[in-house]
């Protein structure tokens, strides 16, 4: 038997990148995968078509993370359709790319609103379904924990505050069993970074293996 047989796994922004790759990942391992998008719907269908032809069980539901209604409502619709929620994969998230002292209140809003609130919120509406002995994993970034470039700042903020939710989180539902891990990957080949980008190589120099992670 798979590794996830029976259970349901919510993928925030499971359209693209690294998203994708997980919802595939845990399809593979036997568990049905909820991917929510925020606009593209066709990338969410091909997501869902490539599980399916896989053998594994998916489904799309359109939710934009800065909505906190349709955040609310794609858990409750994703628990109507699957009939429980076991693990809860917090990877919705954007980033501003540009100088600190040009970045508006109005971007900052925006990074905080997807990459911290929109993990609060779907976290919050997740819990209320979550089986004991479950699993919350938020995606977080290797910026999140050292700030390595310049032109980052929003995202590296947030990326940090997700850390410290993390953390705190843990103690407040270790007592039913519940885990919840922030996962900071460093440069990784997606289309919003590609490894063949105009920053690739600056992001390459900063690793060990002087390379882009895979999806």
């Known amino acids: 038997m798979s590794k996830l047989a029976n259970m349901v796994t919510p993928v925030t922004g499971g359209s693209r990148g690294i998203g994708a790759a997980i919802a595939k990942g845990l399809a593979a391992e036997g568990a049905s995968v ?29 939710a934009d993370a800065v909505k906190v209604e349709a955040v609310k409502g794609a858990v ?6 699957l009939g429980r929620l076991d693990v809860l994969v917090n990877n919705a998230g954007t980033a501003i790319l540009k100088p600190f002292e040009e970045t508006t209140l109005e971007e900052m809003d925006h990074v905080l609103n997807i990459n911290v609130r929109g993990v609060f919120v779907t976290t919050q509406a997740g819990l ?16 999140g924990e050292r700030a390595q470039a310049r032109g980052l700042l929003p995202y590296s903020a947030t990326k940090g505050a997700a850390k410290m939710f993390t953390q705190a989180l843990s103690r407040e539902v270790g007592g039913r069993g519940i885990t919840v891990n922030n996962v900071r990957p460093g440069p990784t080949d997606t289309d919003l970074n590609p490894a063949s980008g105009d920053r690739a190589v600056r992001q390459k120099a900063i690793t060990a293996l002087n390379r882009f992670g895979p999806r």
């Open 34 to 62: 909820v991917i929510t998008y925020a606009e593209d719907a066709a990338a969410a269908s091909a997501v869902v078509k490539a599980i399916e032809l896989a053998g594994g069980k998916a489904v799309a539901i359109r």
């Open 76 to 81: 409750e619709k994703a628990v109507a359709a």
């Open 128 to 143: 209320k379904h979550m089986n004991d002995g479950g699993r919350i994993i938020n995606i977080g970034s290797g910026v």
